[in-house]
């Protein structure tokens, strides 16, 4: 079966299976899945994040097995991302959900930087309403 991924603004990939095979064959614990829960304790740690660091939270959708935030920082995304991740599982541990050796992210994000007003709309509208059922949402109110 074929399996795409597009994110607005790029190209349609296909998934490499054999690469997916591998990543899979090198997990030493079981995929990381986020129940309502969880989802509502990591998105909350991304509202408190977010306002403590004075980013501004544009929108966000946790979902069971990934989460999409649109945020408007000075920052790198890669900075942002690892720092959001880090407070989610912090969170996650406070709350007693899991131990802290347990793996939940994945090493890295996919991040871009998005400059012009219609990728940040095509962003949003694809984080907040192309993800199929919605799980844990924020969306900050339109300018």
């Known amino acids: 079966m074929d ?7 790029s190209r349609l990939v296909e998934y490499n299976m054999e690469r997916l095979a ?3 064959s090198q997990m030493d ?3 990381y899945a986020l129940d309502e829960s969880r989802r509502n304790a990591v998105l909350a740690s991304i509202l408190d994040r977010c306002a403590n660091r004075s980013w501004r939270l544009l929108a966000a959708h946790v ?5 999409h935030i649109l945020v408007e920082s000075e920052g790198k995304p890669e900075r942002v991302v690892n720092d959001l991740k880090a407070f989610a599982s912090r969170r996650l541990n406070e709350l007693g959900f899991d131990g802290p050796d347990r793996k939940r ?5 996919s991040t871009r930087w998005l400059f012009e007003r219609e990728a940040v709309q095509a962003a949003r509208h694809y984080l907040l309403d192309k993800q199929g ?3 844990a949402i924020y969306a900050a109110p339109e300018p």
Not at 63 to 67: D, E, I, L, P
Not at 105 to 109: F, L, N, S, V
């Open 29 to 31: 614990q079981k995929p």
């Open 63 to 67: 979902r069971t097995n990934h989460v």
């Open 105 to 109: 992210w994945a090493r890295h994000g």
């Open 3 to 9: 399996r795409h991924h597009n994110l607005p603004g």
């Open 133 to 135: 059922t919605p799980m």
């Open 22 to 24: 591998l990543k899979r």
